[in-house]
Each structure stands twice: as C-alpha cells, then as structure tokens.
C-alpha cells in the first residue's frame, strides 16, 4: 500500500515537473528582449586583418579567407576575434582579394563606424558596389564596412597567403566602438565564395573563412 | 452475473463523480482562462493582425481548457480510485461501446471544428486582411484602404533584413520602423534563398523567396519594439538573424525616414531602381 502511494505521488511530482518545465521554457522564449543601450569607458584597441583569395593550408586551401596579425606581428589563421567592452577598436584590413561585387548594394555604405573609412589612406564616404570584394560586417553592433578590391589586371598579385606589403592589396581602415560584453558573429556579405552555387556556400558558411566571432570582453 | 453488475454500478456512481469534478474544474478554469491567461497570449496586441491572432489563441484556449481537464480529472481520478490493491487478482468491468456518449461526442467534436473553421476563415479573409501571412504576389484579402497602405519591401539576405521604402525615392534601411494607425503592404522577397519574414508582435509571418513578391498587410495600433526573426533554416546565421523593429508615431516615423534619407544620400545612386522582386544584377554579383 505504502509502495502505491509512492508511486502515485512520484509519478505526479513527475508530470508537475514536466509541466512546470515547459511553461518555463514557454515563457523564456516569449519574454526575451534585445538589448538596446550601451557605455563607453574610452579604452582604445587595434586590430590588423588581411583578407586572401586563397588560404594555401588545411583541409580547403583554395577558399579566401581572413588572417588576423598576433601581437607578436605573426599572420595567423582565424576569424575568432578578442576585443574589450566599451571601447574603441580601430581595425585595419590588407585587402588582397579582388573585387567580386555586392549582391545588395546597400551594404557598400559604411555603416555602424566612428568618423568615416579610409581606402589607402583616403576617407571614403561610400564604396561602388561593384568594387566591393568582401564586406566586414557585425550586424548586432550594426556595424557593416565594404573592403574595396584590388583591380582585376592588378600586377603581383597574392595567390596564397600569408601575404605581403609587397603584394597587390588595398588597405582599409576604420574604427568601431564596442558596447557591453559578449559574443557577436561577424560576416561578409559579399558572394565571394567562387564555385559554390550563388556564390554563398563553403567559405561563406564556415566559421574560420568568411565567418567569424567577436569575443566582448569585459 | 452479480458479480459483474455490483462494478459496473461503482462505475456508473464514479463517472457521475468524474463528471462533476470536471464540471466544477470547467467552471472555474474557462474563466480564468479567458479573462487573466488570455490577455498574456501571444502575439499580442501591437496590430490588428496581432489582436485577431490572440483571440483566436484564447478561443482555442478556451475550448481546449475543457477537453484537457476531462483527461487531467479522468486521469488523476484513476490513479486514486481504480489502481490495483495488492491482494486484488480479480478482472476489471468488461468494457462496452455506449451509443448516447459515442453520438454525443461525435457532434460535439464536429460542432467544435466547424466552428473553428467559421471563425478562422473570417479572420483570415475579413477581419484581419489575411492574418498577416504572406499572401503571394496577387492579395486577395485586402484593407480596405489598401490603396494608400504604406508599401515597404522586406528584403531576406544571408544573414540580416533590409528594408526599402518606395514611396520615399526607394531609400533602404537596416532597421524597420513602422507608423501606428496606418494600412502597411510589405512586400517580402529574398536575394538569396529562402527566409521567412516572422515579425512576432506585430503577427506578420510571411517566406522570402528569390524572385517572389510575397505581400502580407498589418496595421499597426500600438507604440513599442517588436522582434524580427527568420522561421526558414537559411544557412549558417540563421539563429542570429534577429533584429527589433519599432512602432512609432506619425510625425517620428517621417523624422526617422529624413534622417535615413539625408545618412543614405550618398549610396542612394548606387541602389537598384524599385522592383517589386529583388534579384542581382549584373549576374556577377551572383557569385
């Protein structure tokens, strides 16, 4: 008797807690809300990248992709990015890739940046769509900057990376300002990834090639 | 024989009991339903869309209530009353079909759905102008003023919406914002594969398709963010492509669009001219 009514008081603690479970899920899902302010402390940070057409190692060595210079001015391969909270970050692209075009034209304003992009050295308003050949884009900071590319009949161009000043390359400057902590995806929304259908598959859909995170940190 | 009609009588005796547990748990809970969960159904209330979707939330609701307390009460009741004693080897009561429950549950069922269906189709058609689904290039369930809706083109991309506003030399923008009291056409496509545009507080939902103008119509009431989301797996992104849109006031809704159109003057001459479908152009832009 005493065996049945642990049972029955089990199996409804059980169907309790499922329910319990759900309504909680429930009401999480329908109750999130995105962030909308941010500070700003004054820290200041660089950040130098190069973009490739073709990365020359590991399992997809003919995909473009993105380098990120250590802070011992080594070139190394990755898109996970470290950056502090509140803070300006200044970022520098060696653009070595050459143009493919925008899909969407409206992404060849900068947007989302302190003061306006510089192309070699020239503050630039806006970019030609069609001279776009990546875009460094973090839509939930909202910040998106077109990376021109380099001319089509460039001479000594760079076929593998990493490259060098001594190569064919655009160089593209801009700053940003970080807000609180946490982690962002960064993209390109350029269809850069030759071969694959519409432009947009294998290095346009991984992270470690055109894909990427932004480590906030606090 | 007696042996059988002394359990089947205790059967009898119990469903009254069931019967009138359920009643007074129906009385209490339909109410309650209604009128303190229902006003916290989703989606909500930001548009007319919105509001005809949350009554029919809290109908469904409503009707449900009674249905899933008569297996809660027949279920909580069995454990308690019919389980096994531990020195009872005997058989349960034969089970027989009962004619009068089987007809009665017949047209209840069928009353119920017909009646869902009446009033489904009328929100559809009338009263919300097509719920706020994407209704395909060719509405058929259309405003009344739909004529001077406010046309915006929502425009799916791998991994973030743009929007573009027609009637204002075709300016595109990363953020949406909408006027209240105001009949807005959006017309939905993609440039790359499929999306589908899920603006939940407003209760728009609506597929991006490449090349597919897909035109849903909400009429937004009250001020406040709403949530965009995609609701087709699009690729890698798909989780992030999240962003919050806002209901504002007439005279902020023209504020904003001065102030996007003096930020977008200079890639204004850059964009495409207004098409009611969004494909690359020239075709190198497709990769």
């Known amino acids: 008797m005493r065996s049945g009514s642990t049972k029955l008081v089990a199996v409804l603690v059980a169907v309790a807690f499922s329910a319990a479970l759900i309504a909680y899920y429930i009401a999480g899902y329908l109750s999130v809300r995105p962030a909308e302010t941010t500070s700003w402390s004054g820290k200041r940070v660089s950040l130098t990248l190069q973009t490739v057409a073709s990365l020359g190692i590991g399992p997809h060595p003919d995909w473009v992709s993105y380098l990120v210079k250590d802070s011992s001015g080594h070139w190394q391969h990755s898109t996970v990015l470290n950056v502090p909270a509140n803070s300006l970050v200044h970022v520098t692209v060696l653009q070595y890739d050459t143009a493919t075009g925008l899909r969407n034209p409206y992404w060849g304003g900068p947007r989302g940046i302190v003061g306006l992009m510089k192309v070699d050295g020239k503050p630039t308003p806006t970019l030609d769509p069609d001279l776009a050949s990546h875009t460094f884009a973090i839509p939930d900071l909202g910040v998106s900057v077109p990376l021109k590319g380099v001319a089509d009949d460039a001479k000594n161009q760079c076929s593998v990376a990493p490259c060098t000043l001594a190569q064919a390359h655009t160089t593209i400057s801009f700053t940003f300002r970080t807000g609180k902590a946490g982690t962002y995806r960064w993209q390109c929304f350029v269809p850069c990834a030759a071969g694959f259908i519409l432009g947009f598959g294998g290095p346009m859909q991984s992270v470690g090639y055109m894909d990427g995170y932004l480590h906030v940190v606090a | ?287």
């Open chain 2, 1 to 287: 024989m007696n042996a059988f009609r002394e359990p089947v009588a205790r059967l009898s005796s119990e469903t009254r009991r069931i019967f009138l547990i359920w009643l007074v748990l129906t009385a209490i809970a339909v109410p309650l339903v209604v009128l303190v969960l229902g006003p916290h159904l989703p989606p909500g209330r930001m548009s007319a869309e919105a509001a005809a979707q949350t009554d029919a939330n809290v109908l469904l609701t409503a009707l449900c209530t009674p249905i899933v307390l008569l297996l809660a009460v027949q279920f909580g009741y069995s454990l308690i009353a019919f389980r096994a004693r531990p020195d009872d080897l005997t058989d349960g009561p034969p089970v027989h079909g009962h004619g009068p429950t089987q007809v009665v549950w017949l047209v209840v069922t069928s009353a119920v759905v017909l009646a869902l269906a009446v009033w489904g189709s009328y929100t559809l058609i009338v009263s919300g102008h097509g719920a706020g689904g994407g209704q395909g290039p060719n509405p058929d369930a259309l405003p009344k003023n739909a004529a001077e809706a406010l046309q915006v083109q929502v425009i799916g991309q791998q991994w973030n919406w743009t929007f573009r506003f027609p009637a204002y030399k075709g300016i595109e923008t990363a953020q949406l914002e909408l006027p209240a009291g105001t009949d807005v056409e959006l017309h939905v496509t993609s440039l790359d594969v499929a999306h589908s545009f899920w603006a939940y507080q407003l209760g728009v939902k609506a597929d991006a398709i490449p090349g597919v103008d897909n035109v849903a119509f909400v009429h937004p009431r009250k001020l406040g963010n709403f949530t965009i989301r995609c609701a087709e797996l699009c690729g890698l992104w798909h989780g992030h492509m999240y962003q919050t849109g806002r209901v504002v006031s007439s005279a902020d809704f023209k504020r904003w669009l001065t102030a996007q159109q003096q930020a977008e003057a200079g890639n204004l001459k850059y964009l495409p001219p207004y098409s009611r479908d969004y494909f690359p152009e020239p075709l190198r832009r497709a990769g």
